[in-house]
C-alpha cells in the first residue's frame, strides 16, 4: 500500500471486504454441507454448553442447525482472515501509513464521533456528551499497546484487558446513538405495564434498522464478535465477567480497531 496516501488507507480499513468474510460465501457452504446430508443435520437437538459446563442454547430446527453451521464455519475462516488483519496492520503502523495522529485526524474532521450532541433529562435539564474523547483515549492506548508490540514482542493478556473491555462495553452506545442520530427507537416498550427500557447491544444488533448501517458481511461480523454464543460473544462475556484472562491478546484488539473503524464511514451535518 506504499503508493496509496494515509487517507486511502484509512477508507480501505474503513471500507474495504477483504478484512472480513463474506456472508454470501460462508452461507452458500452451510447449505452445501446441508445438502450432502451431514450427520449433525440427521439427529436430533444439538446441546451448547459454555465453557463452565452450562446448557446455553439448543438447536432444535434445520434453520438453527444451519445457523450453528455458519457460524462454525465462520470462526474457521475468521481465523485466516484475523492472521491477515494482524500482518496488514502491522505493516500499515511500522511503514507509518496510519498512526494515532492521522487516525485521530480523521476521525475529528470526517466522522460523527466527533459531534457534540445534547440531550433532555427528565427534569427538564439538558446535558451536552460527545464519544470523541473517550475514543481518541481508547486509540491512544491501542497505538500505545502496538507500538510496544512491535518493539519487545513481550505483550501479555494484562496489557490488553483494558483496552479490551473498555472498547467492547462502548459499541453499544455508540451503535444506540447511531439510531438516536436517525430517529430510530433505542428502547423497548412494554404496552402491558407502561415501562421501557433501552435496547442492549443484542437487540441493537437484531434490530432491522441496524441494516442501514452495517451491510449483512459487517452486521454477520458484529454478530459474531460481540453477541453470539457461537462466536467470540465479546460483550456479553465481558459484561458478565466470563471472559479468561488467558483469551486476551493483541489480535483479539485488532479486531476491535477495524470493528470501530467501521463506524467512521457515518457522516452527519452540523446542527
Known sequence: MQKYSTEEVIQFLI???LLIPKKEFITSQAKENKKQGLFYMLTGNINIFDQRGNLVKIYSTD?????????????????FKSIKINMILESLITKRKISLETIHKYMKENTWISHTFAFSLANSQSITYTFYNIIYILL????????????HNNLTSLDVFMFIDSLTLK???????LFSINNYPTFILNNDTGTAFEKDLNA?????????FLDEDELLFYKYL????????????????????????MGLANLLFIALLRLFKFIIENK
Do not use: C, P, V
Open 15 to 17: 471500507n474495504d471486504k
Open 63 to 79: 434453520e438453527e442447525k444451519e445457523w450453528r453451521e455458519i457460524m462454525q464455519m465462520y470462526r474457521f475462516s475468521m481465523q
Open 140 to 151: 491512544k492506548e491501542y497505538f500505545h499497546l502496538f507500538e510496544k508490540q512491535l518493539k
Open 171 to 177: 459499541f453499544e452506545g455508540l451503535i444506540r446513538e
Open 204 to 212: 441493537l444488533l437484531h434490530d432491522e434498522n441496524i441494516k442501514n
Open 226 to 249: 460481540f453477541i453470539e454464543q457461537e462466536g467470540i460473544n465479546l460483550r456479553n462475556r465481558i459484561a458478565h465477567s466470563l471472559f479468561f484472562e488467558q483469551e486476551y491478546d
